[in-house]
Structures are given as C-alpha cells and as structure tokens.
Nanobody, 118 residues
C-alpha cells in the first residue's frame, strides 16, 4: 500500500520561500506520476504541479515561474519549491501519487499547511 507524507509547510511572509517535501513508500516510486495539489479555505482542491517518472513537468498558470516541482527517484521523494509567496498561496498542500499503468490507483498524503501572512 502506497503511503505519502508531506512536510515543510509553515508560516511565511509575502515574498518568502518554502520547500515542501513528500516522502513515498510502499511501492515502486518510478511507476508513479507525482502531483502537488492545494486547497484554500472554502475552495476546491486544485492541481498546481505534475512530474512524471522521467522528470517532465507541468504547472498551473497561476504558479508558473514561482513553483518548481522535482523528484528524487533514488530516495522516493518529491519536492515543491515555492518562491515569491503571495497571500493567495495560503492553502493546505497535498502530494498525490498516481500509478502510470492504472490511473485508478492513486493515493493522497495528509497535507501540509502553508500560510503566507505578514
């Protein structure tokens, strides 16, 4: 059973940076596409970044140029570097793993809170 655990959230001032981490275990990491989503209070969960096992990435328009997703296949980790933080980036950030061979097999982490405030 795949399990995911996010870390790295916190309270940051506008303009600051954070690096979120997501640890993966329970299966072959290289078989999974990895995603970062976020959910702000009262809003739907949104996809912000995607990375394939080969390292191809994609971003939501709202975060392009500020967010960078990366993965370490040797250590089964995925990261989200967030720069130039804005108050509207305040949300719970979730890691998701989706099996490439069976897209119905996906798993969520418990989330990590990011709060951007002065």
């Amino acid at each position: 059973q795949v399990q995911l655990a996010e870390s790295g959230g916190g309270l940051v001032q506008p303009g600051g940076s954070l690096r979120l981490s997501c640890a993966f275990w329970g299966s072959s990491f290289s078989s999974y596409v990895m995603y970062w989503h976020r959910q702000a209070p009262g809003q739907a969960r949104e996809l912000v970044a995607t990375i394939t096992s080969g390292g191809s990435t994609n971003y939501a328009d709202s975060v392009k140029g500020r967010f960078t997703i990366s993965r370490d296949n040797a250590n089964s980790m995925v990261y989200l570097q967030i720069n130039s933080l804005k108050p509207e980036d305040t949300a719970v950030y979730y890691c998701r793993a989706e099996n490439m061979a069976n897209r119905a097999m996906y798993y969520w982490g418990q989330g990590t809170q990011v709060t951007v405030s002065s």
